[in-house]
């Protein structure tokens, strides 16, 4: 099983509301990520957590939150999101080696 | 930081041909994955290839990590091979993973 599961597909949300982005893995890996993807460019690194740790915010906003509630889930909480938020938003596991990504969650805010 | 140059950007290809991509680094690197993102969004892994060669069909790749390349071979392609094919690279002692821009293949029936 190489699944990276990602809820929901599709989200638009209003710049004053709050949402959550979910990500779950079963293969093990201590490693995960959020990216964010805007159209015809490439994935950019938001945050890496390893054994349910952060050890990197690529100086994201503080309007995302990440949270890491096991070695299996990981959140992005959305907050007062501006229209240039807008993209797809990717989520990955590794085991040091070969990472895996989700379909990913394509968010409006409008 | 790493920098990671793909070319050709862009790739137009009547079904049947043959093509190579390629994709330069700047640095060392411990780990280096090819992937497909297919029109809904969805990363497909191809081939993880820090070193050597691999094949899987009708795809194969190889990366000479001493001279800081890797190429990604597509023979026969097919309308289905159409998309965005990254190559993305992580440094020795992180996670961070560093993709470069892209090759967009469009392949013509």
């Known amino acids: 099983d190489t699944e990276v599961t990602q809820t929901p597909k599709h989200l638009v949300m209003g710049m004053t509301n709050k949402k959550s982005l979910k990500c779950e893995q079963h293969?093990?890996?201590?490693?995960m990520y959020w990216y964010k993807q805007k159209a015809k460019k490439p994935p950019e690194l938001m945050f890496v957590?390893?054994?349910?740790?952060?050890?990197i915010n690529e100086s994201v906003p503080s309007r995302f939150s990440p949270e890491c509630p096991n070695s299996s889930l990981l959140n992005l909480h959305l907050h007062a999101l501006q229209p240039e938020d807008s993209a797809l938003y990717l989520c990955?596991?590794?085991?040091?080696?070969?990472?895996?990504f989700g379909q990913g969650t394509r968010l409006t805010v409008v | 930081g790493i920098q990671v140059e793909q070319s050709p950007p862009d790739l137009i290809l009547q079904e049947g041909a043959n093509s190579t991509l390629r994709c330069n680094f700047s640095?060392?690197?411990?780990?280096l994955q090819w992937f497909h993102q297919n029109p809904w969004g969805q990363l497909i892994n191809l081939f993880y290839?820090?070193?050597g060669t691999k094949q899987n069909g009708r795809l194969s790749a190889t990366t000479v990590a001493t001279e800081r390349y890797s190429l990604l071979y597509i023979s026969s392609s097919q309308t289905t091979d159409s998309g965005v094919y990254f190559c993305?690279?992580?440094?020795?002692?992180?996670?961070?993973?560093?993709f470069g821009a892209g090759t967009r293949l469009f392949v013509k029936a």
């Open positions: 640095d060392s690197v411990n780990n």
């Open positions: 290839i820090p070193s």
């Open positions: 990955a596991s590794s085991r040091h080696t070969e990472a895996f």
């Open positions: 293969m093990g890996h201590r490693a």
């Open positions: 957590y390893s054994y349910e740790k952060l050890s």
């Open positions: 993305a690279v992580e440094r020795s002692g992180g996670f961070k993973t560093i």
